[in-house]
């Protein structure tokens, strides 16, 4: 499959892949300051966005086994972010709903990526402020090609 890659594809994603892996792992980081991965952070957002949506349904949408997200939800109960409701409609089903501590900490998850995001991007000249910008539509059609 690389061989069918262009040539300056690949030298793009030679010096973009560490320094998004650079990146991702300073966000983690800012993440766990709150007690939580980010993964369970991202199962906090998850939740908020499809409130009752079951643990497989979560799982299939974020591509891990049932069992493994399972163990991130136990934590998340644990400490009084999430919590498990059965459904009315069905009561063999059970959904998770974010409480009101789980949204607070995924507000102070949200905020303190974005202010160490931008105190980094603060320091840069403003012309390469500007690239990173314009490169903004492209980086966000990767991440879109990824969840189709």
Known sequence: MISQVPDRALAVAGELRPAVLRL???LRRETEQFGVT???ATLLWLVR?????S??????????STPALSAHADRLVRL???ERRRSEADR??????LTDDGARVLRSVRERRTAWLASRLATLRPTDLAA???????LLEL??????
């Open 24 to 26: 991702a792992r300073e």
């Open 38 to 40: 980010s993964r369970q």
């Open 49 to 53: 966005s499809r409130p009752g949506a």
């Open 55 to 64: 643990l497989s349904d979560l799982a299939a949408e974020e591509g891990i």
């Open 80 to 82: 009084g972010l999430l």
């Open 92 to 97: 063999r089903r059970v959904g998770l709903e």
């Open 132 to 138: 990173v910008e314009r490169a903004l539509p492209g």
């Open 143 to 148: 991440t879109a090609q990824e969840s189709e």
